[in-house]
């Protein structure tokens, strides 16, 4: 579905990714991870349109999308939820889903809504309230609603866990896993490995900015200097 080769983009004459070669399949789930500064967000931002390509090819269903600027981006099925989340404060929840969902027709908006409070009911209750109003928890699912207004085949997530109760976490992940089961192309930022490990069937590791481990995640697991150097799992 969405291939990177020899990827490089960065700031100005700051290079954050260089010779970054991934391809992302649809129903699968891929983690990127790497200390902070590895190059992580950068490479969402890149895929997404808002961080500039400086070397490489990045390829969505086959076609050559390197070029086209974000809107056009989310056209095609890409989506991102940020770090930092970036939601509307001064907004309701539903405004926030609404503003996810411009890209389709009015007429969809009931419909995909109600896919999201499927994914996320405590959203359904929360419907009316300003997002700056909610919990970290909350603000998480609304992030990621958002996206899904889009009606992504690619959804990237930028620190999913980061900040969060281990109950909001597990309740996003099942999430991430009901997208899989749905088809979706899924790709994760997350410093919690151990928990991404559980349900991911690819993984991606930058150091610097360059892949330094790609290949499963069940293969990952096994490998015991990469999980004592680079996973932070014993």
């Known amino acids: 579905m969405l291939q990177l080769e020899g990827l490089g983009c ?22 990127l991870i790497g200390a902070n500064g590895a190059g992580k967000s950068s490479t969402l931002m890149c895929i997404a349109g808002h961080v500039a390509m400086t070397a490489g090819q990045l390829r969505f269903e086959g076609q050559d999308i390197g070029q086209l600027g974000p809107r056009e981006r989310v056209k095609r099925g890409i989506a991102i939820s940020p770090e930092g989340r970036r939601l509307f404060k001064d907004l309701s929840v539903e405004d926030n889903l609404k503003v996810g969902g411009l890209i389709h027709p009015t007429s969809c908006y009931a419909q995909d809504r109600d896919k999201v409070l499927g994914l ?61 089961r749905d088809g979706l192309a899924v790709l994760v930022v997350e410093q919690n490995t151990d928990r991404l490990l559980r349900v991911a069937d690819d993984l991606c590791v930058l150091e610097s900015g360059r892949t330094v481990w790609k290949g499963k995640a069940a293969d990952a697991r096994a490998d015991a200097t990469l999980t004592a150097r680079y996973l932070g799992l014993h």
């Not at 209750?125 to 603000?139: M, P, T």
């Open 10 to 31: 960065g700031y100005g004459m700051f290079q954050a990714v260089e010779d970054l070669s991934l391809e992302l399949q649809p129903g699968r789930i891929t983690g």
């Open 120 to 180: 996320f009911p405590r959203l359904g209750e929360r419907l009316h309230s300003l997002a700056g109003n909610l919990s970290g928890g909350e603000q998480q699912m609304l992030a990621i609603g958002r996206a899904l207004m889009a009606r992504p085949k690619l959804l990237m997530i930028d620190e999913i866990s980061l900040g969060l109760m281990p109950k909001v976490i597990d309740l996003c992940y099942r999430a991430l896993e009901q997208l899989r």
